[in-house]
């Protein structure tokens, strides 16, 4: 649905802006306000802004927008009607944005969540292009609230969640467009420079590059493109994602598949006459009938040790990588001495299991009866992780808010991975609260269950389930203390929250724009983290002879004194640099009309140093003198080299930066700068020699 609601917002939007249709007969309206409905975020609202076109801007609610848009720009609203559609955008899209953040949509690269990223950019450009290049969405965002908080009081009451996302988003995008709009106009020179078939036009590569690396998206690379009368290719960006996205897509089916075709799995499906039957929610071992090997990729009747092979059971205790949690490992034992060792479950096609491994003894053929047997040991670390995922995603919406929804997970023996969608750092204080609160509720005891339920009973029970995945239509909830925490998932769990032991969180941290990450440990590898932590504390106590708990201050009036005692050094090492100064300009190397300055300082801590002496004795010397200044060092085995020109010298065509460059090539490395001073470093020390010697030559001309 939202892909359609953009498309058809786009239209509409197009219509209002050439002023087509009026109030509430706009063609594509009634579509919208169905699109809107059909992603779920409430964008009915945007399809109402719309009616009534531009009476609308000058009721209570919307107005003080465009006023305050006005003190801010310094523009005047009904002057021009290029400034006016621009107010008019930031009045529609800031009050929506408002909306969608307060009813817990957050922004984000895909469904509804791009749907509120793309209108508040789309604000943020707007108010750019009125001339206002600080940062002023929360000012709008506040006025918008003050216009509107009696129609809508949740709006004061949850203000400052939707303050702290609107400035955190502004920020994010205008650290995108410092970088973006500088590629985006070297491209813009270049099909300027290019023009196809007498069309200046994007290539679609550029405009795939500006959003794959520097986080351009191809929506505003096209709105730029207009407002500069330059096309872009948007079938070749198309093509390219495209491209990206089957790529991915076969990167993590090759997981799955192991690069078999997937129609040899299909073909073992219904061979077998149906799915592998799954035991492992109730069984750690069972016995099962082999029904198809691979050796390679392709089906073998049997194989012999020592071989790698994908072995098919008609049913099977192993569960399969999904979900995020990992598959289980243990073996197969065939009658009569055969063991296959399992390292790997995935299912390629929906309900195959493929058992990943080695035969390590004896032979194992299609129709043996066969015992399999999980590592117990592993999967109950897996489950710890799994129930404790749970935890987490429950404890962050008690203290972040239910918009902290999952973005993916990995549940692994002892550890897990939960990224989930919000828009700042977790501060530590809260990180610790949530810890706190998880291992409290673990030492609660809570019983963990699941059943089955009818996709919309699951739903009404309040079941949280991940946005974009595909369920059937019986579900497998799970559910801790009943309805403390619900959650669809098909994974593998502890029966008490108490089995998990302990729950370490190392750290919080993003992984993208409006994703962050929590790291933590569970069980034995928890208790083991918080061993490793007492006999670290328990060292630096005896190392400072203080308490525990004085550890924090001694610790940062060491580092004050460390500082304090770098500062001193520094400053002790540029008063060394700057007393070579005059000993440095009476050795001054005459070469015709010119004059060469040149110091080696040996070791140094770097370049830094070497500039500071070049700086000084330029500063001594008369700017109409024709002199070059090269100083050269020593920083961590690796040779560096600093030249300075003087005005006269560059007048006779000599420049800093490439006589740098030169030097830098022969030392085996690069370097470069600007005409009057430049420096450069290399690996290779011994070369220094050659290359003064080269530019003294150079020099001597």
């Given at each position: 649905?939202?892909?359609?609601?953009?498309?058809?917002?786009?239209?509409?939007?197009?219509?209002?802006?050439?002023?087509?249709?009026?109030?509430?007969?706009?063609?594509?309206?009634?579509?919208?306000?169905?699109?809107?409905?059909?992603?779920?975020?409430?964008?009915?609202?945007?399809?109402?802004?719309?009616?009534?076109?531009?009476?609308?801007?000058?009721?209570?609610?919307?107005?003080?927008?465009?006023?305050?848009?006005?003190?801010?720009?310094?523009?005047?609203?009904?002057?021009?009607?290029?400034?006016?559609?621009?107010?008019?955008?930031?009045?529609?899209?800031?009050?929506?944005?408002?909306?969608?953040?307060?009813?817990?949509?957050?922004?984000?690269?895909?469904?509804?969540?791009?749907?509120?990223?793309?209108?508040?950019?789309?604000?943020?450009?707007?108010?750019?292009?009125?001339?206002?290049?600080?940062?002023?969405?929360?000012?709008?965002?506040?006025?918008?609230?003050?216009?509107?908080?009696?129609?809508?009081?949740?709006?004061?009451?949850?203000?400052?969640?939707?303050?702290?996302?609107?400035?955190?988003?502004?920020?994010?995008?205008?650290?995108?467009?410092?970088?973006?709009?500088?590629?985006?106009?070297?491209?813009?020179?270049?099909?300027?420079?290019?023009?196809?078939?007498?069309?200046?036009?994007?290539?679609?590569?550029?405009?795939?590059?500006?959003?794959?690396?520097?986080?351009?998206?191809?929506?505003?690379?096209?709105?730029?493109?207009?407002?500069?009368?330059?096309?872009?290719?948007?079938?070749?960006?198309?093509?390219?994602?495209?491209?990206?996205?089957?790529?991915?897509?076969?990167?993590?089916?090759?997981?799955?598949?192991?690069?078999?075709?997937?129609?040899?799995?299909?073909?073992?499906?219904?061979?077998?006459?149906?799915?592998?039957?799954?035991?492992?929610?109730?069984?750690?071992?069972?016995?099962?009938?082999?029904?198809?090997?691979?050796?390679?990729?392709?089906?073998?009747?049997?194989?012999?040790?020592?071989?790698?092979?994908?072995?098919?059971?008609?049913?099977?205790?192993?569960?399969?990588?999904?979900?995020?949690?990992?598959?289980?490992?243990?073996?197969?034992?065939?009658?009569?001495?055969?063991?296959?060792?399992?390292?790997?479950?995935?299912?390629?096609?929906?309900?195959?299991?493929?058992?990943?491994?080695?035969?390590?003894?004896?032979?194992?053929?299609?129709?043996?009866?066969?015992?399999?047997?999980?590592?117990?040991?592993?999967?109950?670390?897996?489950a710890q992780a799994h129930t404790a995922t749970h935890m987490i995603h429950k404890v962050l919406h008690e203290f972040i808010g239910e918009q902290a929804t999952q973005a993916g997970s990995e549940d692994a023996p002892s550890r897990l991975r939960f990224d989930f969608r919000h828009g700042s750092q977790i501060p530590v204080d809260v990180m610790t609260q949530i810890e706190a609160r998880a291992n409290e509720?673990?030492?609660?005891?809570?019983?963990?269950?699941?059943?089955?339920?009818?996709?919309?009973?699951?739903?009404?029970?309040?079941?949280?389930?991940?946005?974009?995945?595909?369920?059937?239509?019986?579900?497998?909830?799970?559910?801790?203390?009943?309805?403390?925490?619900?959650?669809?998932?098909?994974?593998?769990?502890?029966?008490?929250?108490?089995?998990?032991?302990?729950?370490?969180?190392?750290?919080?941290?993003?992984?993208?724009?409006?994703?962050?990450?929590?790291?933590?440990?569970?069980?034995?590898?928890?208790?083991?983290?918080?061993?490793?932590?007492?006999?670290?504390?328990?060292?630096?106590?005896?190392?400072?002879?203080?308490?525990?708990?004085?550890?924090?201050?001694?610790?940062?009036?060491?580092?004050?004194?460390?500082?304090?005692?770098?500062?001193?050094?520094?400053?002790?090492?540029?008063?060394?640099?700057?007393?070579?100064?005059?000993?440095?300009?009476?050795?001054?190397?005459?070469?015709?009309?010119?004059?060469?300055?040149?110091?080696?300082?040996?070791?140094?801590?770097?370049?830094?140093?070497?500039?500071?002496?070049?700086?000084?004795?330029?500063?001594?010397?008369?700017?109409?003198?024709?002199?070059?200044?090269?100083?050269?060092?020593?920083?961590?085995?690796?040779?560096?080299?600093?030249?300075?020109?003087?005005?006269?010298?560059?007048?006779?065509?000599?420049?800093?930066?490439?006589?740098?460059?030169?030097?830098?090539?022969?030392?085996?490395?690069?370097?470069?700068?600007k005409p009057d001073l430049a420096q450069g470093g290399g690996s290779d020390v011994t070369k220094l020699d050659e290359a003064l010697a080269v530019l003294e030559a150079e020099l001597r001309g």
């Amino acid at each position: 649905g939202g892909d359609r609601y953009l498309e058809v917002w786009n239209l509409v939007f197009d219509q209002y802006r050439r002023g087509e249709g009026s109030g509430s007969d706009y063609p594509l309206l009634g579509e919208l306000d169905q699109t809107a409905i059909d992603t779920g975020a409430g964008l009915e609202r945007i399809a109402f802004l719309l009616q009534g076109k531009n009476n609308m801007y000058e009721t209570d609610e919307v107005w003080p927008v465009i006023a305050r848009t006005q003190e801010l720009t310094g523009r005047t609203y009904g002057a021009n009607e290029e400034d006016d559609v621009r107010m008019r955008v930031i009045a529609d899209h800031v009050r929506s944005a408002m909306m969608l953040i307060n009813d817990g949509v957050r922004p984000g690269n895909d469904g509804r969540g791009y749907v509120l990223r793309r209108l508040m950019r789309r604000a943020i450009r707007s108010v750019r292009l009125l001339g206002v290049d600080a940062a002023v969405l929360g000012d709008l965002v506040e006025t918008s609230k003050n216009a509107m908080k009696e129609s809508y009081p949740d709006l004061e009451e949850n203000f400052g969640q939707i303050h702290q996302v609107a400035v955190e988003e502004e920020a994010a995008f205008r650290r995108t467009l410092a970088t973006g709009e500088q590629i985006f106009a070297a491209a813009v020179d270049s099909a300027t420079n290019a023009p196809h078939a007498g069309k200046v036009i994007i290539p679609g590569s550029a405009a795939f590059t500006l959003h794959d690396t520097y986080g351009f998206p191809i929506d505003l690379t096209l709105e730029m493109a207009a407002e500069k009368g330059v096309a872009v290719d948007e079938k070749g960006f198309r093509a390219l994602m495209t491209e990206q996205r089957e790529r991915a897509r076969a990167d993590a089916q090759a997981k799955k598949t192991g690069h078999v075709d997937a129609h040899v799995y299909h073909e073992i499906l219904d061979a077998q006459g149906g799915p592998t039957s799954f035991l492992g929610y109730f069984e750690k071992a069972a016995e099962a009938r082999v029904v198809a090997i691979l050796e390679n990729g392709v089906p073998v009747p049997a194989v012999s040790a020592p071989s790698d092979a994908d072995v098919i059971l008609d049913k099977t205790p192993f569960y399969a990588e999904m979900g995020g949690q990992l598959a289980d490992h243990g073996t197969i034992s065939v009658a009569g001495g055969g063991m296959f060792d399992v390292v790997d479950v995935q299912a390629p096609v929906k309900g195959l299991h493929v058992h990943r491994g080695s035969l390590t003894e004896g032979t194992i053929a299609v129709g043996d009866i066969v015992h399999a047997q999980i590592d117990t040991l592993r999967r109950h670390r897996i489950a710890q992780a799994h129930t404790a995922t749970h935890m987490i995603h429950k404890v962050l919406h008690e203290f972040i808010g239910e918009q902290a929804t999952q973005a993916g997970s990995e549940d692994a023996p002892s550890r897990l991975r939960f990224d989930f969608r919000h828009g700042s750092q977790i501060p530590v204080d809260v990180m610790t609260q949530i810890e706190a609160r998880a291992n409290e509720r673990l030492q609660d005891n809570l019983e963990v269950t699941w059943a089955e339920y009818p996709i919309e009973e699951a739903k009404k029970l309040g079941a949280q389930m991940l946005f974009g995945e595909k369920y059937g239509d019986i579900v497998r909830v799970v559910s801790i203390d009943d309805a403390w925490s619900r959650e669809f998932c098909a994974g593998t769990h502890v029966a008490n929250t108490g089995e998990i032991g302990m729950i370490t969180v190392l750290g919080e941290s993003s992984i993208g724009s409006g994703v962050r990450r929590i790291d933590a440990l569970v069980g034995e590898s928890a208790y083991a983290q918080g061993a490793r932590e007492r006999a670290l504390v328990s060292q630096l106590t005896a190392m400072m002879g203080v308490r525990p708990e004085e550890l924090p201050e001694r610790i940062d009036t060491m580092l004050g004194k460390l500082k304090a005692a770098e500062k001193q050094i520094a400053a002790l090492r540029q008063k060394d640099i700057v007393g070579q100064v005059d000993t440095v300009i009476s050795q001054g190397v005459h070469l015709g009309d010119r004059t060469l300055y040149r110091a080696h300082l040996g070791v140094v801590e770097s370049a830094d140093d070497l500039r500071v002496l070049a700086t000084e004795i330029r500063g001594r010397l008369a700017p109409s003198d024709d002199f070059v200044i090269i100083i050269t060092g020593v920083s961590n085995g690796r040779p560096l080299i600093v030249v300075a020109a003087s005005e006269a010298a560059r007048t006779a065509g000599l420049k800093a930066g490439a006589l740098v460059s030169r030097a830098a090539k022969i030392l085996g490395g690069g370097g470069g700068g600007k005409p009057d001073l430049a420096q450069g470093g290399g690996s290779d020390v011994t070369k220094l020699d050659e290359a003064l010697a080269v530019l003294e030559a150079e020099l001597r001309g």
